[in-house]
């Protein structure tokens, strides 16, 4: 049986990823009648913020990039971090072989800017 959350079993509860806060900026013909609903649920916010003060909507008639309209989503949580992890994990890798360094210092990026650019992301992930 696949562990892909379309096959989570009925007696286990769903765990979504906890936010502190969330922002839905909507831009663009009939954001009104946009249904937000779901974001008001407080299982998606930390228990120690009212949902409402965790949930904000920004709505703007004016379109954006000449886009009809448009819909950003802004999270202050963790859901990031473990593909952020992955990806500096298999940089580690890479510059570890060497892998296309030749190609960053011949533009005058040396391995100290890798090395520093590693603690920084290592930094954001901890």
Known sequence: RSSTPSSHS???PLHFNTSIANLVI???KDTRSVDLG??????????WLNPQDAFNVWKTPRAFNKYEKSAA???NSQFLLKPLDNIVGKAWNMF???AYIHQYTKFGIEE?????SFTALEQVIS
């Open 112 to 116: 100290e800017d890798f090395l520093d």
């Open 38 to 47: 779901s974001f008001q649920d407080p299982s998606l916010y930390t228990s």
């Open 10 to 12: 009925p007696n286990k």
């Open 26 to 28: 909507l831009r663009g």
């Open 73 to 75: 989503l802004v999270s």
């Open 96 to 98: 570890a072989s060497k």
